[in-house]
């Protein structure tokens, strides 16, 4: 089992920026691949950033590359993203997930694919 709880998200302005982290529990977190995902009112649950079990391969959204990071500290059981310039269509509650699969060599994209979830947090953009 791993249990992960997220940072507070909260409000943020357009152009800001905001760092979301996620502590993890349980597993050996440093053997996972790390999502994070995100859902907005009345939209489907969408994939934001993932990152190897090692953090030297990561994969983005089309919609948030090069405005938001995912990174990791295996050494605190961490990961965090980065959300740089975000805008009001960024506005979702956001989650962290954990793909159970020890060293795996494939980032999904899926949410189906991931086996451990966050709470998940508001993040809000206003213009």
């Known amino acids: 089992q791993v249990q992960l709880v997220e940072s507070a998200g909260g409000l943020v302005q357009a152009g800001g920026s905001l760092r979301l982290s996620c502590a993890a529990s349980?597993?050996?977190?440093?053997?996972?691949?790390m999502g994070w995902f995100r859902q907005a009112p009345g939209k489907e649950r969408e994939f934001v950033a993932a990152?190897?079990?090692?953090?030297?391969?990561?994969d983005y959204a089309d919609s948030v590359k090069g405005r938001f990071t995912i990174s990791r500290d295996n050494a605190k059981n961490t990961v965090y993203l980065q959300m740089n310039s975000p805008n009001p269509s960024d506005t979702a509650v956001y989650y962290c997930?954990?793909?159970?699969?020890?060293?795996?060599?494939?980032?999904?994209?899926?949410?189906?694919?991931?086996?451990?979830w966050g709470q998940g947090t508001q993040v809000t953009v206003s213009s």
């Open positions: 997930a954990a793909d159970a699969r020890p060293y795996s060599s494939t980032l999904y994209v899926s949410s189906g694919d991931y086996d451990y």
């Open positions: 349980g597993r050996t977190f440093s053997a996972l691949a």
């Open positions: 990152s190897s079990w090692g953090g030297r391969v990561t």
